[in-house]
Structure formats: C-alpha cells, structure tokens
T-cell receptor
Framework: EPEVTQTPSHQVTQMGQEVILRCVPI?????FYWYRQILGQKVEFLVS????????KSEIFDDQFSVERPDGSNFTLKIRSTKLEDSAMYFC????????????FGEGSWLTVV | ELKVEQNPLFLSMQEGKNYTIYCNYS?????LYWYRQDPGKSLESLFV?????AVKQEGRLMASLDTKARLSTLHITAAVHDLSATYFC??????????FGGGTRLMVKP
C-alpha cells in the first residue's frame, strides 16, 4: 500500500539552528500538509500546500517556517531558527483531493531542540 | 475558533465488552475523521464521515456523525487487545485544515 514517508525519524538540534524535515507524499496525491504534535498535546495543523503554493496556514506557521516542493516527489518543512518550543513530532500528510478525501499521514519526524 | 473535545480521555476495558468514544465539536462541519495511533507510530485513517447521519463500520469499530448535535461517536464492539491504541477524531472546517480532539487512549485488558 502506498505510504507517506518522512526523514529523519528523529533529529536533535541546537536552539537557533536551521532544520529541514523531508517528506515523500503518496505519488498521485495533489495536496500536502504539515501537522505537529507537541508531547502530550493535540495534533495541530501547520500548513497545506497545493499547486506549488501554500493554500492555508495556521497561526503557528509564522515567518520562521517555510515549505517547499523542490522536485516532483519531495515536500519539505524548514524551520529557520529553532526554538525550544519547536520540539515536537512533525507529521507530513497528503491527500488526492481536498474536502472529504482521506488524508494519509507519515510516521512523523521527532524534533528535539536543545 | 473550532474546538473539538473527546471523552473519555482514557479508557480501560475488558476484552469482549462494548464501549463508545464521544467527539463533540463547536462549529458547523459535515466532515469528520477518525484516526488510530499506536505508540510512536503514524496516524492511521479509520473513517471519513461526510454527511449528517453517516455511519461507517469496519470490523469491531463503528463510527457515526450527527452534524446537528455536532457529535460523532466511535463504538467498539466486543473489544480485543489489538484495539489498544489512541483514537483521535478530527474535524475539517475548511480545506482539510483538521482540528483534532485530544485523543482517547484505549487499553483493552485480557
């Protein structure tokens, strides 16, 4: 069964460093997302991406965050200058269509900022 | 602001028993998702409910949606140990921006 794959599975970074989290969405999907889950808290929406541009973003997705689809398969989340509070599990997700389509999540990338 | 509340947050049950997890949400939506998460793993899609009165079943799990009451339920029938996991509901109020509930951690004891 097709799946969303993410790398790295775990990354430890120093505060202030830049981090790039990578995702390979399911191949025929058109909509891509990033969500995050701080330990012990709810899963939170960060951003959605369609047709090479951001379609929606949450208040969490401020100027330190950016997303990119550099080629036909990868979808990346960049955090420019990490803060301690960015420590979380980051989930990439994809769907073929928008409303009402199943959204498939990857296994997540654990980011620990020290 | 959309709020999604699940209860209970933790559920310990015996194998063979039935139980229901409730998901309440605060604003109008007719798109609701249920996911399962095993520890350290991804969110596995269980059900997508797209209209008032929608009911879907898969094995021992059945989900329903009442958009008028802003309530979805996930009913577990004759629980087995393999169902032990955390279950999340999520409401889509705009363009697949899902707002998740806090999760229900289910533990099924032999």
């Amino acid at each position: 069964e097709p799946e969303v794959t993410q790398t790295p599975s775990h990354q430890v970074t120093q505060m202030g460093q830049e981090v790039i989290l990578r995702c390979v969405p399911i191949s025929n999907h058109l909509y891509f997302y990033w969500y995050r889950q701080i330990l012990g808290q709810k899963v939170e929406f960060l951003v959605s991406f369609y047709n090479n541009e951001i379609s929606e973003k949450s208040e969490i997705f401020d100027d330190q965050f950016s997303v990119e689809r550099p080629d036909g398969s990868n979808f990346t989340l960049k955090i420019r200058s990490t803060k301690l509070e960015d420590s979380a599990m980051y989930f990439c997700a994809s769907s073929f269509g928008q409303e009402g389509n199943t959204i498939y999540f990857g296994e997540g990338s654990w980011l620990t900022v020290v | 602001e959309l709020k999604v509340e699940q209860n209970p947050l933790f559920l310990s049950m015996q194998e063979g028993k039935n139980y229901t997890i409730y998901c309440n949400y605060s604003t109008t939506s007719d798109r609701l998702y249920w996911y399962r998460q095993d520890p350290g793993k991804s969110l596995e899609s269980l059900f997508v409910l797209l209209s008032n009165g929608a009911v879907k079943q898969e094995g021992r799990l059945m989900a329903s949606l009442d958009t008028k009451a802003r309530l979805s339920t996930l009913h577990i029938t004759a629980a087995v140990h393999d169902l032990s996991a955390t279950y999340f509901c999520a409401v889509d109020n705009a363009g697949n921006m899902l707002t998740f509930g806090g999760g229900t951690r289910l533990m099924v004891k032999p």
